[in-house]
């Protein structure tokens, strides 16, 4: 079954596909264990007690640019993996407008300028926006719609920026699941549909 990262690439919805909507994009390959936290009205935080898993085991993967896509489902009859990429590979959306249309179906829309980088996400029904600068090593800011945090590239919490009015968790799947996202769509490496839009 096709998830948001890792299918077997064999890139057959990439020609079959009649606008170019699919494409490729790099990704390092990691395996890691990690923690939501959970952040308090005074502005501290702690891990939760349950451990995950993010794990990312192919170094291309496939993602859907959503305004060039007609849902003609062609990608997902020739796909030898259960989910149509259309659906399940992460939809990239060239503008806010076009993203807040598509709700509520997940997706993505990244914007860059001179001095940083972002991806507004809708996972699940949550709104999720990671920030980090253009240029150079340096904080990265994630917003889930009730707390704003600043955070390191492995995830470390170093400032609360606003606060819950009662404790509140924070979901960490969804800030390592952007900041890979941002990073590889922006690549160099590959030109696509995303990094030629934001320029």
């Known amino acids: 079954h096709l998830v948001v990262f890792d299918c077997i690439t064999c890139d057959k919805c990439l020609p079959v596909c009649p606008n170019a909507a699919n494409f490729t994009y790099p990704t390092p390959l990691v395996a890691f264990d990690y923690h939501d936290a959970w952040i308090a009205p005074d502005g501290s935080w702690r891990w939760a007690d349950q451990t995950r898993r993010f794990e990312i085991t192919r170094p291309m993967q496939i993602a859907c640019y959503a305004d060039f896509c007609n849902e003609c ?11 149509g990429p259309y659906i399940e590979k992460p939809s990239f959306f060239a503008t806010r407008k076009t993203w807040e249309a598509a709700a509520p179906r997940d997706g993505f829309y990244v914007t860059r300028d001179a001095e940083q980088e972002s991806i507004t996400g809708r996972i699940k029904n949550e709104t999720f926006a990671l920030t980090r600068p253009r240029r150079g090593d340096g904080p990265l800011t994630l917003d889930d719609g009730v707390v704003r945090v600043t955070l390191g590239d492995g995830g470390e919490i170093t400032h609360v920026e606003r606060r819950p009015a009662s404790e509140h968790r924070l979901d960490m799947w969804a800030f390592h699941t952007l900041r890979h996202l941002l990073a590889g769509v922006l690549s160099d490496e590959r030109v696509n549909q995303v990094n030629v839009a934001a320029g």
């Open 73 to 83: 489902g062609n990608c997902d009859t020739f796909c030898p993996e259960y989910g």
